[in-house]
């Protein structure tokens, strides 16, 4: 039985230390790829669940932000890291803080932390996601056009109260 034990023993010690990233040939560029990749994975799940959880879709992520639907897909896919401008406004849209996008944190701020409301104003945004697309979308329309969709919905509005 002790000669067991002192065999085990032995076989512990004359295992090899493990080696650290840069022995086994790592170098420096590699980690920083590594962890590039990482921060790209840990960024597109959170913007992926962040944009779930408002209820919007790629595009109307892309579109608030101001890049095409490819783009942000592919940042959705880990694939392409946000400049640190796109970021903010990626927060802004979606409601979270670089914190949580970037994985510092967990997902979901409490009501009192929301500092990207400070960003878009005193009104604050609109409440549902059809909304908000309506007023991005009403933001390309000319004057005449927003007029003649404001009598639309005024007398759209007024055939409910009559109902």
Do not use: N
């Not at 067991?4 to 990233?21: D, G, I, L, Q, W």
């Amino acid at each position: 039985m002790k000669d067991k034990r002192a065999a085990r023993v032995a076989a512990r010690s004359s295992t090899p230390p493990r080696r650290t990233r840069r022995e086994r040939g790592h170098s420096l560029a590699t980690d920083r790829q590594w962890q590039e990749e990482r921060l790209r994975k840990t960024l597109g799940r959170a913007a992926r669940l962040a944009r779930m959880r408002s209820g919007l879709t790629q595009a109307d992520v892309a579109e608030s932000i101001g890049t095409v639907t490819e783009v942000y897909g592919r940042m959705e896919r880990g694939k392409l890291l946000p400049s640190v401008p796109t970021l903010l406004r990626l927060c802004v849209a979606l409601h979270s803080g670089p914190h949580e996008l970037m994985g510092f944190v967990p997902m979901g701020p409490t009501d009192k932390e929301r500092p990207w409301e400070e960003l878009q104003g005193s009104a604050g945004p609109p409440k549902t996601p059809e909304l908000q697309r309506l007023v991005r979308r009403l933001g390309h329309l000319d004057r005449s056009e927003i007029r003649l969709l404001l009598a639309l919905v005024s007398s759209l509005a007024a055939r409910r109260v009559k109902k």
